[in-house]
């Protein structure tokens, strides 16, 4: 069984920062890319960023210059630093990784449980 957890989320004013970090855990055979999605209230999830395994990074255009993912210290693990923070960045942030979780399977995409970040302005 292949779990995504994440933690780091909270409240914090407009301009500060916030790390989020995901950890897959479980039965499987490896991740490849790993993901940041967001997702307000009633709107439809949107990628952040994703890392791949050779540390390609790619970015959502308005938190250019302002997130960092990274590959966390331990293996299968991310994280997503936020700096300069704006309250339009108030969303449930959800990590997500393509895992292939047996030799005779196939990559699929699973999610952690996501994280909500409160910028308050």
């Known amino acids: 069984q292949v779990q995504l957890v994440e933690s780091g989320g909270g409240l914090v004013q407009t301009g500060g920062s916030l790390s989020l970090s995901c950890t897959a855990s479980?039965?499987?055979?490896?991740?490849?890319?790993m993901y940041w999605y967001r997702q307000a209230p009633g709107k439809q999830r949107e990628l952040v960023a994703f890392i791949s395994t050779d540390g390609t990074t790619n970015y959502a255009d308005d938190v250019k210059g302002r997130f960092t993912i990274s590959k966390g210290n331990t293996k299968y693990s991310m994280l997503l630093e936020m700096n300069k923070l704006k309250p339009e960045n108030t969303d449930d942030y959800y990590c997500?990784?393509?895992?292939?979780?047996?030799?005779?399977?196939?990559?699929?995409?699973?999610w952690g449980q996501g994280t909500q970040v409160t910028v308050s302005s």
């Open positions: 997500a990784a393509d895992i292939l979780a047996s030799h005779w399977g196939e990559l699929k995409r699973y």
């Open positions: 479980g039965s499987f055979i490896r991740a490849n890319t």
